[in-house]
């Protein structure tokens, strides 16, 4: 005959082995969400590809726009309108920032195959080269640091009624929040 107090010692002992299961489970489950779960969101690159197209696709960007019919048509850039205007002015139209702009810096090359010249210009020159630099030195993580995004387009450029083969590739900073 087993007395009360080695019942209670014998019930207390085969409790062990299932709450460490118990706290084994619970432990996994929590890892399980917390791994499935985002805590932080990046949309750097989302942002330049919106402004990648906005500069490709917008009739107030660099895209040949027919005065006929006021039709842009995306691919076919306008050396003139490319060359002439302030980036700043003629792309304001198609997204604001504000006046201080500290969100987004481009450097466009436009690359012309037949004649293998080169045509460079900024949107945003100052900070654009401020957030090339640290792009540069590797501080591409982490608040004060900025991310460099490259786009290489095949397009087509309208000069003085001809069409030249040629690439656009756009180098498109934007700092980390």
Do not use: C, H
Request: hydrophobic residues 40%.
């Amino acid at each position: 005959m087993m007395y009360k107090k080695a019942i209670t010692t014998f019930e207390v002992l085969m409790w062990i082995p299932r709450i460490l299961f118990l706290v084994i489970v619970m432990f996994s489950i929590i890892i399980l969400v917390r791994s499935y779960v985002t805590t932080t969101i990046d949309i750097s690159e989302l942002q330049a590809n919106t402004f990648a197209y906005r500069v490709l696709y917008s009739s107030n960007a660099i895209s040949y726009i027919d005065s006929k019919i006021d039709r842009a048509y995306p691919g076919i850039i306008d050396i003139n309108r490319f060359r002439s205007q302030i980036t700043e002015k003629f792309l304001e139209k198609s997204f604001y920032y504000g006046e201080k702009n500290r969100e987004i810096g481009a450097k466009f090359s436009l690359k012309d195959l037949s004649e293998n010249n080169e045509i460079i210009i900024f949107y945003n020159e100052d900070f654009f080269k401020e957030q090339k630099k640290l792009v540069d030195s590797g501080f591409t993580k982490g608040p004060g640091g900025a991310r460099s995004y490259i786009k290489k387009y095949n397009i087509l450029i309208l000069k003085s009624n001809n069409i030249n083969r040629g690439i656009l590739t756009m180098d498109i900073t934007i700092p980390n929040s």
